[in-house]
């Protein structure tokens, strides 16, 4: 238990489904991030909320769409995505403060499947 | 920019083998150094860390000591066992001269590790 939750763990849609993906961090934490893992290729960082406001896009698609209502919760809204976009995505949380340590906090992940 | 540079798997090993993972990094500034732990249908867990030159991270038998001179920051365990099958990644954590932290990281592509009995 790391303190980061996330749901659903497995999602299956269709390319012209509308879904959402949900984490919720329970450590107090002011900075959250959603990473995409794919198949053999490193983590990718999509986006970064500090404080609720977005301050990183890594020039993701507008497929996805993220939200952070408040500093526990993070979500990620999904439309028209394609087969590609299949992999499991991490969110992660962190305490953003003076000194050097930026350790991240993930959750267990939500396994997509895009049909 | 920031890199991280892992050395390619699948690893396999037999049980009580000597574990080796290496790691090499670009970065500016004064970046943190980390090991993760990616066990099946999990997310990843922090192993260890290590925040300046020659500090050496370690936990469950696991230890990586940070090389500035060499910008590596090899993993290395004595004996595995077979519940050491994982995936490891390599990361990085960028701060400036003050020392704040930036709070991304920056992943290796993940080193599979398989123990056998």
């Known amino acids: 238990e790391t303190g980061v939750t996330q749901t659903p763990r497995h999602l299956v849609m269709g390319m012209t489904n509308k879904k959402s993906l949900k984490c919720e961090q329970h450590?107090?934490?002011?900075?959250m991030y959603w990473y995409k893992q794919s198949a053999k290729k490193p983590l990718e960082l999509m986006f970064v909320?500090?404080?609720?406001?977005?301050?990183e896009n890594n020039s993701v698609p507008s497929r996805f769409s993220p939200e952070c209502p408040n500093s526990s919760h993070l979500f990620l809204h999904l439309h028209t995505l394609q087969p590609e976009d299949s992999a499991l995505y991490l969110c992660a949380s962190s305490q953003r403060k003076q000194g050097p340590t930026g350790e991240l906090f993930f959750g267990e992940g939500s396994r997509l499947t895009v049909l | 920019g920031n890199s991280v540079t892992q050395m390619e798997g699948p690893v396999t090993l037999s049980e009580e083998a000597f574990l080796t993972i290496n790691c090499t990094y670009t970065?500016?500034?004064?970046?943190?150094l980390f090991w993760y732990v990616q066990y099946p249908g999990e997310g990843l867990q922090l192993l260890l860390k290590a925040t300046k030159a020659d500090d050496k991270g370690s936990n469950k038998g696991f230890e990586a000591t940070y090389r500035k001179e060499t910008t590596s920051f090899h993993l290395e365990k004595g004996s595995v066992q077979v519940s050491d099958s994982a995936v490891y990644f390599c990361?990085?954590?960028?701060?400036?001269?003050?020392?704040?932290?930036?709070?991304?990281?920056?992943f290796g592509q993940g080193t599979i590790l398989t123990v056998h009995p």
């Open positions: 970065a500016t500034g004064y970046p943190s």
């Open positions: 450590l107090g934490h002011n900075a």
């Open positions: 990361a990085l954590s960028g701060s400036n001269a003050g020392g704040t932290s930036y709070g991304k990281l920056t």
């Open positions: 909320y500090n404080f609720k406001e977005q301050t």
